[in-house]
């Protein structure tokens, strides 16, 4: 009776295997056809990674053999694809993780030598990037035509307390000299007392104080070698950035150049500055990566920089930038009728013709002014009708009237700004293009800091990133099975030739290791 309820009971619920249970299979039979380490596998098989200068791990006659470079490069595609950065971390997943144990034919390198592979492979993971970008473009994912431009500031592995200014070394030092001052008064009063041991706690305070005056003294020299505005010590490269409204993180700047068709990312590169000196870069990377004559770029107006703006113009590459809104002030008593905006240039005669029909010449003389650390020339424009015109206190407080400059890169700024002005919806796609990107990448994939330091290895880094973004996407796209058929019939100067012999030469390697264990067993 009771062997009866028993059996009534387990058979309520779903039996599993048993533990003891032997059970034959492969590694083949666990990973469908749609799974993307598939995908990751012929992508990495069927690229050159020497050729594209990753540091190859070669064959040698003493010693313990060691792992072949597309290995890691598989561990970082998967890590970067499923959330995991950690060395660490990848390293228990070759153990436990049955997809990794197929990607890697159930290898497991130690975290140490995962590590090495993505901090000396900076310049390697950058043009693999490219090299995607190359199949995209031929696979027919991306258009080419519409490219929006912006950034995203990434957290750098350097405090705040890390980074230091000219003003932030003054305020420290000037603290030293105060607290070493009150010490030292202190120390007089003791002597009188004397408290010996009073005394050698406040010369202890002393030293420490003279020591870390040293330390800064030698940052704010370091500083002025440098020529930069402020120093970090964790990580040199990183910069204290402007994220958002008045926030400010040490950080670096990702530049992304998206393209409209599938929203890929056709290039990128990281900078430790603000955007406001770093658009023709990326757009000429852009240009460069997609191989076309032309193209026409979305940027916001943190961009809006005349010298860039002209440099892309000469580059051939269209921009739509949004401009900043003028601000009416009454620094030089001008009025919202009078601004600069309402003066009408001529190219022919290089006049401005004011709002009272008068016309400002100018002697063709260049001026020089200094900004953002360089300069731009300028022409001045002025007119002597201004002296007797009745509506002079509208237009300039100025005695000898109203004087309008000219900058070099004028006429690229007001061609851009009459683009930006006649293609308002087209400009209102830029949003919808790119900046879901960021927004993946950090908010729902976490990758909103870098653990690297140097602006080389985190530019490798943040590559690899935008490369696992593509992959995926592409993924989503046309589905596991169609891209690897896509990139087994693509043809490209960095896809490798003899990947059948190499397959053949890693397997007999192998076979051969075998062999060689077991005459010594023997």
Request: net charge positive; aromatic share 10%; charged share 25%.
């Amino acid at each position: 009776m009771w062997e009866i309820k028993f059996v009534s009971l387990v058979m309520q619920h779903i039996i599993g295997v048993a533990r003891n249970q032997m059970v034959f299979t492969s590694l083949e039979q666990n990973i469908p056809d749609d799974n993307p380490v598939r995908f990751l596998d012929a992508f990495v098989e069927n690229i050159d990674l020497g050729a594209l200068g990753f540091e190859l791990q070669t064959l040698k006659t003493e010693g313990r053999p060691s792992y072949s470079t597309k290995i890691f490069l598989k561990i970082y595609l998967y890590g970067y694809l499923n959330g995991l950065r950690s060395s660490r971390k990848l390293e228990k997943e070759c153990t436990r993780n049955m997809e990794l144990q197929w990607l890697l034919y159930g290898l497991i390198p130690n975290y140490h030598s995962i590590s090495d592979f993505r901090k000396d492979n900076p310049s390697g993971l950058k043009k693999l990037f490219k090299v995607f970008v190359s199949f995209l473009k031929d696979a027919d994912l991306i258009g080419g035509e519409i490219i929006a431009i912006d950034g995203t500031k990434s957290r750098a592995h350097n405090s705040k307390k890390a980074n230091f200014n000219q003003k932030k070394i003054e305020k420290h030092l000037a603290y030293i000299e105060e607290k070493s001052q009150e010490y030292l008064d202190q120390l007089a009063e003791n002597d009188v007392q004397e408290n010996s041991e009073k005394i050698n706690n406040i010369q202890q305070k002393i030293e420490r104080l003279k020591t870390n005056r040293i330390r800064y003294e030698l940052l704010e020299e370091k500083l002025k070698v440098s020529g930069e505005p402020q120093i970090s010590t964790t990580d040199e490269d990183s910069r204290a950035l402007l994220v958002q409204g008045q926030v400010v993180e040490v950080s670096y700047n990702i530049q992304a150049a998206v393209d409209e068709k599938h929203k890929l990312v056709v290039a990128t590169h990281t900078i430790n500055r603000n955007d406001r000196n770093a658009l023709a870069a990326i757009a000429m990377e852009a240009k460069e990566n997609l191989g076309v004559e032309t193209f026409t770029a979305l940027v916001d107006k943190g961009y809006h920089n005349g010298r860039e703006i002209t440099q892309c113009k000469a580059e051939n590459i269209r921009t739509i930038v949004a401009y900043p809104t003028l601000v009416q002030t009454n620094e030089n008593g001008t009025t919202k009728g009078y601004l600069v905006a309402n003066f009408i240039y001529d190219k022919e005669s290089d006049t401005y013709q004011c709002p009272q029909s008068q016309t400002l010449k100018t002697t063709g003389s260049w001026h020089k002014k200094s900004r953002d650390g360089g300069g731009y020339l300028f022409k001045k424009y002025r007119s002597s009708a201004c002296k007797e015109c009745a509506v002079k206190t509208l237009c300039t407080s100025r005695s000898g009237g109203r004087e309008i400059d000219r900058s070099e890169f004028a006429e690229a700024v007001e061609e851009n700004n009459q683009r930006y002005r006649e293609n308002g919806q087209l400009y209102r796609k830029r949003q919808e293009i790119n900046e879901h990107i960021f927004g993946t990448i950090k908010r729902q994939w976490g990758y909103n800091h870098t653990n690297l330091t140097g602006l080389d290895k985190v530019n490798g880094e943040h590559s690899l990133i935008m490369l696992v973004y593509n992959i995926k996407r592409a993924m989503n796209i046309l589905g596991v099975p169609e891209l690897i058929a896509k990139l087994k019939s693509w043809k490209s100067p960095y896809k490798r030739k003899v990947l059948f012999l190499l397959k053949l030469a890693y397997f007999k390697a192998i076979m051969s290791k075998q062999n060689y264990w077991q005459k010594l067993a023997a």
